[in-house]
């Protein structure tokens, strides 16, 4: 069983950056590829950027590319999204997930453990 549980999000303007951290309780976090998702009101939930179990991999959904980047500590069992150059529409619902194949997939059903959420909101 692994928990995880995001930081808070919050309001900022557009061109400004935010760092999300998605924090995992449970044993064996490093065998899990964490993944970045979101969901705009209306919309479905997207990829927006993983990173393997072993941090030697990332992948990054192209409207993010540039301008996100994700990383972790794994002496931490943290992983990180620095968002910089926000966008209005960046804003969405963010969730991190693990991927127990260890590999960070960009489809949301390999998933088996997400966060709560926490939101990003990104003023014009």
């Known amino acids: 069983q692994l928990q995880l549980l995001e930081s808070e999000g919050g309001l900022v303007q557009a061109g400004g950056s935010l760092r999300l951290s998605c924090g995992a309780s449970?044993?064996?976090?490093?065998?899990?590829?964490i993944g970045w998702f979101r969901q705009a009101p209306r919309k479905e939930r997207e990829f927006v950027a993983a990173v393997s179990g072993s941090a030697g991999r990332t992948d990054y959904a192209d409207s993010v590319k540039g301008r996100f980047t994700i990383f972790r500590d794994n002496a931490e069992n943290t992983v990180y999204l620095q968002m910089n150059n926000l966008k209005p529409e960046d804003t969405a619902v963010y969730y991190c997930?693990?991927?127990?194949?260890?590999?960070?997939?960009?489809?949301?059903?390999?998933?088996?453990?997400w966060g709560r959420g926490t939101q990003v909101t990104v003023s014009s």
């Open positions: 449970g044993r064996a976090y490093t065998n899990y590829g």
């Open positions: 997930a693990a991927d127990p194949t260890g590999w960070g997939s960009s489809r949301a059903t390999v998933y088996m453990y």
